[in-house]
């Protein structure tokens, strides 16, 4: 089947997507019989483009990567993120405007005119899953659609579909993980012997913390994830802000050599648990003892373990491997598991 | 929509099969409209049954386990596998009789019959995998039906559903990790101090190895499991006797005390690479590092860890926890998952 596919936000992420699907058109075509054209697409700062017959993502791609605007090759002049929804006819709307993670805006109104529209949406961004899951799924199921969102926690790793599709009837009572990157570096690197300013200088010069490191070290972004998971995999809807919730700032280097000999590690572990009708979740440094799954996950390395009444308790880890590192391929590849899925479950 | 099963082998797996059903009758109803009812039952020596109007399974269960036949439950006379399959009128037949690992029989007679008869096919069954996985397959395609068999490698874990369903087109180029439960319960008891002999006869009081361990110390179990993993998800066939394989009779406990002192342990690792267009898989004892993925794993604790050119290294670990060790409960809950899959194909 062909699917007209609209990127809202078309940064890294969408970049990458677009880029996979090219790559992986001929065993789309042959494995998933899909076939596919965009027919949208919005960008933060290079304008929007729309053309409801196909537009040319090579040139989309090497117009922004230069610097330039999509503006002239959109068959009809649309200037912002909802219009190019509107016109483009798509069968499939991937949201990756960039996160706000006070209101989950525009990402929600851009995935509810999606749904509204007809389309199927697939998103990266946890904005709209913390501020309104339980909506949108309702507003996808109303008009028989899908909102999907793999790439919200772990990148591109299978955790909702694993529960989804591989782990039916499954009742999860509680999980627990890594799964904010940049503190796990940083206690990596404090390991080895750096100090903890030196670590998160070291995150910034490689990008994967901000200027402001506090979103990550005072374990903000671990507490949204651990959100977003409790609320769909638990069925509970969990703010942020219920999640009990310390940073690493208080983990010294005296801490980290002493628990070194002891053959023990700290780690930023989030976790939650079902206790009757409420989730208590909590992101908290812990120290973590050699025999358990989480000890060996160093560097950007990241995982959760997940406890149901029907298997052992079932890790699921991303390990850093060179030139492998987790970022906007791999946070695209969930978007692009979202699309196979859709296609699969419309077939 | 409602579902007649057949259950050919009735030992500790399918009754935890059948158990797990009833015990999730509920939502198997409300969530994925799935209602069932047992048709058909060859046990290895308490006998056979049928009744396309639905078998009494806790009558089944009782009398099994009390040691009587399930004979007097029968509608009509029925003395043999290939009848209950005949006769059973089954939409899904599970396929849990003994595995023969020479031959594959007669299970592969079974599920050959099964699918003839336009039933899915779902099976822990590790000899149909290996000696017939492309026949089976295609046969079952042929029929527009499924063969599925989630509980050959890591019990009711989910690996073959995750890169059919959470993965799509994925190329897996390599995989490593820990498959035989009972070889690393002996390395771990050797780092705590028993000998070779005194870990084995711990698994076989435990009922983990059996009266001759050699099927799992020489690396044969994990071996087969390679296998059936290779040519399954590497989509190339690969026999058992085709892996390169060494087991753990060579490591000894001064061996393990001096990796202890360095910090790292002996694993059997069991692993797999493309190489053009063959696979280079082997079984042999590893020295792993403490930051490896498998370093974590320890007694009864399994795991796998994947290689693709989607995700950095992806790995799905199960851990043991007290009353939950895996064995015939968890590898029901694989063929419980192939179930709704099926399911959910179908509908």
New interface residues.
Partial sequence: MQYKLALIGFGNVARALAK?LVR?QD??KS??DITFSFTGISTGSHGCAVNPNGLDIQKALDLVESGQSIHPISSSPVSNSLSVIQHSQADVMFENSPVDYETGQPAIDHVRAALNAGMHVSTANKGTVVHAYQELISLAASKHKKFMFESTVL????IF??FR??????ELTSFKGIINATTNIILSRMEDGESFDEAVKYCQRMGVAETDPSGDVDGWDASIKVAALATVLMDTPLKPQQVERSGIRGITPEMIAKAKSEGKRYKLVASAERKGTAIKARVAPELVE????L????GS?T?L?F?TD????????????EG???GP??TA?GL??DF??IASIVK
């Avoid at 050699?290 to 799954?293: F, K, R, V, Y």
């Avoid at 029907?310 to 491997?321: G, M």
């Fill in positions: 996979l992986k065993v789309l494995k998933y990148g591109g790793t299978p579909s694993t599709e591989a782990m039916p009837a499954a050699a025999s358990s799954p000890f060996g996950m160093m390395s995982g373990t406890r029907v298997l052992p308790d079932y890790s699921i880890t991303v390990t850093e491997r492998m590192k987790g391929v791999e590849y692009f598991a196979v899925s």
